[in-house]
Structure formats: C-alpha cells, structure tokens
C-alpha cells in the first residue's frame, strides 16, 4: 500500500517528520495556487486520488 511519506506532495515537518503537510498545486480558471493540509506520514493514500509516486 503506498503511503503519504511515498507521495510527492508531502513535506515532512523538521520537527516531526511522522507528520507532514500535502501540498497539492491546484488550478481554477483564473489561476493557479497551492493548498496544504496536515497529514501523517503513514497514511494510506490508495484512496487519494493526487497520490504521485516520488
Ligand atoms: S493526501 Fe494524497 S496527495 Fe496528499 S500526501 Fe497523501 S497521497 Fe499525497
């Protein structure tokens, strides 16, 4: 199963790095940005559909 730590969008955080934030690059007609969530570094993303191989 991969996991959020195995996933491009996630940044460990330096203090913890069994957590980390998702960043996902998000795009709507006018302009692009970024959100970010919290997440933890063993989640399981088969269900994420944003989830990129590093
Ligand atoms: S929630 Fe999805 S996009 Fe975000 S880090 Fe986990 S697998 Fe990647």
């Known amino acids: 199963m991969p996991k959020c730590e195995e996933c491009k969008n ?10 980390g934030d998702c960043v996902e690059r998000a795009v709507d007609p006018r302009q692009a940005y970024y959100k970010a969530k919290p997440v933890n570094a063993d989640q399981d993303s088969a269900d994420c559909s944003s989830f990129q191989k590093k």
């Open 10 to 19: 996630f940044f460990p955080w330096e203090d913890n790095p069994r957590k």
